[in-house]
């Protein structure tokens, strides 16, 4: 369904905006491109590819979990303004 500048018009309304006529005219081809695009896109005969979940062959790409050392409690909040015993004091924010 190609697009004309009446739905151009109605999309920029749903989307609150306001275009000028060459706006309108160049949304309208640009519009129409990308629709022409995807049917070409769709006319691809894809009936023996194997479906993929990602373009490329994956691995774990994350780093190994390493046990370190790290501050203490104490050293923590040695200049915290406001604290209780374990923990920072901060106000109440509702």
Request: zero cysteines.
């Amino acid at each position: 369904m190609p697009v004309n500048r009446e739905i151009v018009k109605h999309i920029a309304k749903l989307s609150k905006l306001s275009l000028t006529d060459f706006e309108e005219e160049k949304f309208t081809l640009e519009l129409n491109k990308i629709l022409e695009y995807m049917e070409k896109l769709n006319s691809i005969k894809t009936d023996n590819i194997e479906t993929m979940s990602y373009p490329v062959d994956g691995f774990n790409v994350f780093r190994e979990d390493e046990i370190v050392n790290s501050i203490d409690r104490e050293a923590a909040l040695k200049n915290a303004p406001q604290r209780t015993d374990e923990f920072f004091k901060v106000p109440k924010i509702l």
